[in-house]
């Protein structure tokens, strides 16, 4: 089986790279660009852990091919901070200690990123909606909530 050749965009940068037809953008991510931020928790798409922008939609890159990032834009956790800066969500759980082994640390900040741009203001149970395909292991989830709705609020100069 020949490998493919991708044409890319991730975080703002023209990427390519060869991959297998049957392989994952997590594991091309992970394997071939050199981006470990996006983690497998259970590569089946129940976790969230892997959760990466494409074309502005919030997927589990464990269950899209490598081939489908072809001529599409990648967001992964790499391109949330500016430079040193961090983004107000990585901030905002530092400052709450919304984190601990951080292996859905990533996906979850992915994923609170992508619901902030579509809306700034969300109540808690909107946020709790929206990262429910998240899961944690260690923290229980209470501090992550307040961390995006603190984030949230300093995004929008409340």
């Given at each position: 089986?020949?490998k493919i050749?991708?044409?890319?965009s991730?975080?703002?940068?023209q990427?390519?790279?060869?991959?297998?037809?049957h392989?994952?953008?997590l594991?091309?991510?992970?394997d071939?660009v050199?981006?470990t931020?996006?983690?497998?928790g259970c590569?089946?798409?129940?976790c969230?852990?892997?959760s990466v922008?494409?074309?502005g939609?919030l997927v589990?890159?464990?269950?899209?091919l490598?081939?489908?990032a072809?001529g599409?834009?990648?967001q992964?956790?790499e391109?949330?901070?500016d430079?040193?800066?961090l983004?107000?969500?990585?901030q905002?759980?530092l400052?709450?200690?919304a984190?601990?082994?951080?292996i859905?640390?990533p996906g979850i900040l992915v994923a609170?990123?992508a619901l902030?741009?579509k809306?700034p203001d969300?109540?808690?149970t909107?946020?709790r909606?929206?990262?429910?395909?998240n899961l944690c292991?260690c923290?229980?989830?209470?501090?992550?909530i307040r961390?995006?709705?603190?984030?949230?609020?300093?995004?929008?100069?409340?």
């Amino acid at each position: 089986m020949s490998k493919i050749h991708v044409t890319t965009s991730i975080n703002g940068d023209q990427v390519e790279y060869l991959c297998e037809p049957h392989e994952t953008l997590l594991d091309v991510l992970r394997d071939r660009v050199g981006l470990t931020g996006a983690k497998e928790g259970c590569g089946s798409g129940d976790c969230g852990a892997c959760s990466v922008e494409l074309d502005g939609r919030l997927v589990c890159s464990c269950l899209v091919l490598g081939a489908e990032a072809e001529g599409k834009e990648v967001q992964t956790i790499e391109g949330m901070a500016d430079g040193e800066k961090l983004h107000p969500l990585q901030q905002k759980l530092l400052e709450h200690a919304a984190l601990q082994c951080g292996i859905c640390t990533p996906g979850i900040l992915v994923a609170a990123k992508a619901l902030l741009e579509k809306n700034p203001d969300p109540t808690e149970t909107e946020v709790r909606y929206w990262l429910a395909g998240n899961l944690c292991r260690c923290t229980g989830y209470d501090k992550i909530i307040r961390a995006v709705l603190d984030a949230a609020a300093e995004m929008r100069g409340a």
